[in-house]
């Protein structure tokens, strides 16, 4: 068994190192040949992926991010990139043995009084078991797949390749600052041991929410490559898809809080908002909560940035040109030429339409979830191609990622509140420097460091 589990490891780490060849030659191709309006973006997508073949890992959660993401790559490479599966190679039970020996030692088992070598789930960076603590208390034990540090590294190497690619098309982005963005959020979901700060951070954000429900960490049980934490019973949310609309609506409130109320209080945004990462606590029909999941992506910004999600929110409101522009270069925004700033506001009074508009309503009237911003995002292109690539800021990579994610969750959910009136609550009373300060406290009482700016 040993020797076939490291058969397994090895044989994937020759397969990253081929995609690599694989991606490289094709890059070189398309710029030593000029394929590049010579042929038909869906074949150069179909191309990528049959360069990439039947990787799976960390590339999968950077194909997630991407996709959410307008105009970081080519609508066709985006759905080709989300085709393929995110899945990695599953650990048998001798190989968990022996990564569980190697996080907590010889007598690791000693420590629990029940542990499922079978894995309850599976993601791109490592596996989730069952398992009970020495008082009974129901657990979940996710362990870190080996070698995922060089998997990491090589998915990213490979994603340099494809936006070199995306490069040479002349986009309407410069997608440089997304990159940087990407990796530096994937490298950080390596770290367990931050991930259980961020959570006890999301715990202590959120006590004061009784809808929102976040795991409490097992440290004695946790390392940088294990994360142990309370196991929370719940159903999947696309269960609850044709349920009636006020349990509908109920649960759209719980994640209207779970992600708002972090941000505008302390800065603080939960990257990864797919959904997987929410289970729903109900009874029949009646909501009693939502847990929430997966704190390996989280997105701390300076309290300045904040204050300028909330510029631009009264700049929209009141037509404002000149607290939208305020707004863009609090951001990072720079040199803007007046139709750049007009493009940039088609997509923020997308985002922003349904904060403004005080009635009850879904979050996009009358459109589907596949076709969320879709629209608005070509316009976006269209707006922006004849000026050069944009620098989009680094800071704004995952705010616009999780706002677009959300905001497809509510869509599913065919969620209908007054967000206006939500949003307005949320930011109420808000001040840059009061925001900094209780941000501040929370991340030290977490044991995280300040946000840089």
Not at 201 to 217: E, H, N, Q, S, T
Not at 442 to 451: D, I, K, V, Y
Request: glycine residues 8%; proline residues 5%; neutral net charge.
């Amino acid at each position: 068994m040993q020797d076939n589990e490291a058969n397994r490891f090895s044989a994937r780490a020759a397969r990253y190192a081929r995609v690599g060849a694989n991606v490289g030659a094709l890059a070189a191709r398309i710029a030593s040949n000029r394929l590049i309006g010579a042929q038909d973006p869906r074949s150069q997508a179909q191309a990528l992926a049959g360069a990439l073949g039947s990787l799976k890992g960390p590339l999968m959660k950077v194909a997630q991010m991407l996709a959410t993401i307008p105009e970081a790559l080519p609508p066709d490479y985006a759905e080709e990139l989300m085709r393929l599966q995110a899945e990695a190679p599953a650990m048998g039970a001798a190989f968990v043995k022996r990564r569980m020996q190697a996080e907590l030692g010889p007598n690791w088992r000693s420590r629990f009084a029940e542990f499922d070598l079978h894995p309850a789930a599976a993601a791109s960076l490592g596996q989730v078991h069952r398992a009970a603590a020495l008082d009974g208390e129901r657990l979940a034990c996710k362990l870190q797949y080996p070698e995922m540090a060089s998997a990491v590294e090589a998915d990213l190497a490979n994603l340099d390749l494809i936006f070199s690619i995306h490069r040479r098309m002349g986009p309407a982005i410069d997608t440089r600052e997304i990159a940087a963005e990407i990796g530096a959020r994937v490298r950080e979901e390596l770290d367990y041991a931050r991930e259980a700060k961020l959570a006890t951070l999301y715990r202590l954000m959120l006590a004061d929410r009784p809808m929102v429900r976040v795991p409490r960490i097992v440290e004695a049980l946790s390392t940088r490559r294990l994360l142990t934490m309370q196991w929370l019973d719940g159903e999947k949310l696309v269960k609850f898809e044709k349920a009636p609309q006020e349990t509908r609506n109920a649960i759209a409130l719980a994640l209207f809080e779970a992600w708002w109320r972090p941000f505008s209080h302390y800065g603080v945004i939960h990257g990864d908002p797919h959904l997987g990462n929410y289970t729903i606590v109900a009874s029949g029909d009646e909501i009693a909560g939502v847990n929430l999941f997966d704190y390996g992506c989280i997105r701390i910004f300076p309290a300045s940035f904040v204050g300028g999600v909330v510029e631009l929110y009264e700049g929209l409101k009141s037509n404002d040109r000149a607290r939208i522009v305020h707004a863009y270069e609090t951001w990072g925004f720079a040199n803007l030429k007046r139709e750049t700033i007009d493009a940039l506001t088609i997509w923020a009074r997308f985002i922003y339409g349904p904060l403004i508009d005080d009635r009850v309503r879904t979050i996009a009237d009358g459109v589907k979830p596949s076709h969320y911003g879709r629209r608005e995002a070509f316009a976006v292109h269209q707006a922006l191609k004849a000026q050069g690539p944009l620098t989009v800021p680094r800071e704004f990579v995952f705010m616009d990622r999780a706002a677009i994610g959300l905001g497809g969750v509510f869509l599913r959910l065919g969620a209908a509140l007054n967000f206006h009136r939500l949003f307005e609550a949320a930011i109420e009373g808000f001040a840059v420097e009061e925001a900094a300060n209780r941000q501040a406290t929370a991340l030290r009482e977490a044991g995280l460091e300040p946000a840089a700016g």
